[in-house]
Nanobody
Framework: VQLVESGGAMVQSGGSLRLSCVVS????????MSWYRQAPGKEREVVAD????????HYLDSVKGRFTIFRDNGKSTVYLEMNNLQPEDTALYYC???????????????WGQGTQVTVAS
């Protein structure tokens, strides 16, 4: 299993970014996926979930209306579109497959390197 995140950058408050996560080592279309983030000194938290078909999504309350998760099963890629970014969104962002929609990840899966999002006020 390999997950490669990209798209992070430093932006000004109110800016936008699109993160991508390309996966390999498993049949992407058979699994739900999640985006996580970890800010310095804080626990890693789930930001968004999407089911295997892309028809169901769930978001952390603080990002609802600003972030959109979507996927392209043909490209084995999951995306996170982030708008109106705020300084509190600053974190290292990761993707992961999950056992079911909104459920836990596979403990045996490695984390990717993540992609850094920094929002300046």
């Amino acid at each position: 299993v390999q997950l490669v995140e990209s798209g992070g950058a430093m932006v000004q408050s109110g800016g936008s970014l699109r993160l991508s996560c390309v996966v390999s080592g498993f049949t992407f279309s058979r699994y739900s996926m999640s985006w996580y983030r970890q800010a310095p000194g804080k626990e890693r938290e789930v930001v968004a979930d999407i089911n295997m078909f892309g028809g169901a999504t769930h978001y952390l309350d603080s990002v609802k209306g600003r972030f959109t998760i979507f996927r392209d099963n043909g490209k084995s890629t999951v995306y996170l579109e982030m708008n109106n970014l705020q300084p509190e969104d600053t974190a290292l962002y990761y993707c992961s497959r999950t056992r079911n929609f909104g459920g836990p990840r596979f403990d045996s899966d490695p984390w990717g390197q993540g992609t850094q999002v920094t929002v300046a006020s």
